[in-house]
């Protein structure tokens, strides 16, 4: 499976950024996929995952911020990113994926930076 994010860019804090995915070679309705951040100096993180019934899951930090999404009939999925805050600096990385209380990313795609100024 190939995976290709895009959205990312260089926004102040407080402003929003939606973040794309595109998935080819796979059935993209069969995939469970999501998003890890990884920042400077920082260990890759969980940020939110979809379930291929469309259930979505979110880490503690964005829940209330962020918001994942997928079309099926696009094979894409998608992070809106509200109220952005500088640390949520980082390269985010879309990722197909497996877990359920706990995510992991099986495979991956190249990432996208987003930066937040203060």
């Known amino acids: 499976v190939q995976l290709q994010a895009s959205g990312g860019g260089l926004v102040q804090a407080g402003d929003s950024l939606r973040l794309s995915c595109a998935a080819s070679?796979?059935?993209?309705?069969?995939?469970?996929l999501g998003w890890f951040r990884q920042g400077s100096g920082k260990e890759r993180e969980f940020v939110a995952a979809?379930?291929?019934?469309?259930?979505?899951h979110y880490a503690e930090s964005v829940e209330d911020r962020f918001a994942i999404s997928r079309d099926n009939a696009k094979d894409t999925i998608y992070l809106q990113m509200n109220n952005l805050k500088p640390e949520d600096t980082a390269v985010y990385y879309c990722?197909?994926?497996?877990?359920?209380?706990?995510?992991?990313?099986?495979?991956w795609g190249q990432g996208t930076q987003v930066t937040v100024s203060s």
């Open positions: 990722a197909v994926v497996s877990g359920g209380s706990k995510w992991w990313g099986d495979y």
């Open positions: 979809i379930t291929t019934g469309g259930i979505p």
């Open positions: 070679g796979r059935s993209f309705s069969g995939l469970a």
